[in-house]
């Protein structure tokens, strides 16, 4: 039994962004209808952020709501679920508009699951993954929702590369959760500081298909 306890514990800590806030609904989200003109770009936050509080900038539309405070299958299902109905409910209204979609940690896991859920029926979009719990090495290994998948629970457990053929770029630096090989002693300090830049969604182009690992750039291999 301590040994589960113990095992919880640490799950429970993965993948936290260091953020000490509340959690907002997500019906509390400002939901005006975004311009169908230019990129519809749309974000989700890591573990403990918020929809107005996720660090992402630049010229964002929509930030995702949905529960954060414990990273587990549950609460990256009801992030899959929400970022899915924000994003079709904008292609509906704009058919022919491109669709960005950034995700940090808790939040790459859950735009990672929705490109993987969705690819064979949506066009135009492409995905932004930073420190992916669900990276599948390599380069380096997989993400730390590997170990801990049997505690976190599907979706966010396991591994994979199910891009399809939408354009995903994938960053993780020297980070425990995006790669067990880095070391769980690099966590949290290297997953909450090593991504200064990369925030800014307006750094990233509509077609990147890539991989930047430790500061290095590497082609897709999906």
């Given at each position: 039994m301590r040994a589960k306890r113990m095992a919880a514990t640490s799950a429970g800590l993965l993948l936290t962004a260091g953020l000490s806030v509340t959690q907002t609904s997500a019906a509390q989200a400002a939901e005006a209808a975004?311009?169908?003109?230019?990129?519809?770009?749309?974000v989700v936050g890591g573990t403990g952020s918020s929809w107005n509080n996720d660090g992402f900038t630049g010229n964002i539309q929509q930030h995702v709501g949905y529960p954060t405070q414990i990273p587990n299958g549950a609460s990256a299902r009801a992030g899959v679920n929400e970022l899915n109905r924000l994003v079709r409910d904008q292609r509906a209204a704009c058919p022919?508009?491109?669709?960005?979609?950034?995700?940090?940690?808790?939040?790459?896991?859950v735009v990672h699951t929705w490109v993987t859920e969705n690819w064979q029926t949506f066009d135009k979009v492409n995905a932004i993954?930073?420190?992916?719990?669900k990276r599948q090495g390599g380069p380096g290994a997989n993400g730390g929702a590997v170990p801990f998948g049997?505690?976190?629970g599907a979706p966010l457990a396991?591994?994979?590369?199910?891009?399809?053929?939408?354009?995903?770029?994938?960053?993780c630096h020297w980070d425990y959760v995006c790669d067990e090989s880095a070391g769980i002693w690099?966590?949290?300090?290297?997953h909450i500081n090593n991504y200064p830049n990369d925030f800014n969604m307006d750094h990233?182009?509509?077609?990147?298909n890539e991989?930047?690992?430790?500061g290095a750039w590497h082609p897709a291999s999906w």
């Open positions: 975004a311009p169908c003109h230019g990129t519809y770009t749309i022919n508009q491109h669709v960005k979609i950034g995700g940090y940690s808790l939040g790459a896991a993954l930073i420190s992916d719990p049997g505690i976190v396991g591994a994979d590369r199910f891009f399809g053929n939408v354009p995903v770029k994938t960053i690099t966590y949290p300090h290297n990233h182009n509509n077609s990147a991989q930047w690992y430790n």
